[in-house]
């Protein structure tokens, strides 16, 4: 899987074919602990990354528990 920031602050997760091979198979992704750990790397990077690159009204928003979140 690889993470494709944009300069928006977006981000695209790209998955291989053996991945939504697996995805599809299976309904979810398994990550060892290792691999667990390198997603959550890579998830604070973007977090920090983002900050820096989202314009004022979405750096203000506040996040709840059921907020919604849309893929496209």
């Given at each position: 899987m690889i993470f494709k920031q944009y300069e928006d602050?977006?981000?695209?997760?790209?998955?291989?074919?053996?991945?939504?091979?697996?995805?599809?198979?299976?309904?979810?992704?398994?990550?060892?602990?290792?691999?667990?750990r390198h997603f959550g790397n890579n998830l604070v990077k973007i977090v920090m990354?983002?900050?820096l690159k989202f314009n004022e009204e979405i750096k203000n928003k506040q996040t709840n528990t059921d907020t919604k979140i849309k893929g496209e």
């Open positions: 602050g977006s981000c695209d997760i790209e998955f291989s074919k053996k991945e939504r091979f697996k995805l599809f198979l299976k309904g979810k992704l398994h990550l060892s602990d290792e691999n667990l990354d983002w900050q």
